[in-house]
C-alpha cells in the first residue's frame, strides 16, 4: 500500500508544513485575543492581572 507521504513532492511536504504552521500560528494569535480580552475585564474590575500578563508576554514572544 502507498502512503501518501511517499508520492508527495517536496514542494508539497513543503507547502504542507507551511500551512500547518500558519494555522498554529493564527490558532495562538486568537487565544491571544482571547485572553487579553479577559485580562482588560480584569483590569477594570480590580482583579490582579499580572499572571495573564506574564502569560501573554511569553506567547507574543514565542510568535516572534
Known amino acids: 500500500m502507498t502512503k501518501l507521504s511517499d508520492v508527495m513532492t517536496a514542494q508539497m511536504k513543503t ?4 500551512k500547518e504552521q500558519l494555522t498554529k500560528r493564527n490558532n ?5 485575543a482571547d485572553i487579553k480580552d479577559i485580562r482588560n475585564e480584569m483590569v477594570a474590575r480590580n482583579y490582579p492581572f499580572q499572571v495573564l500578563s506574564n502569560l501573554i508576554i511569553k506567547w507574543e514572544d514565542k510568535l516572534k
Open 28 to 32: 495562538a494569535k486568537d487565544l491571544l
Open 15 to 18: 507547502d504542507a508544513d507551511n
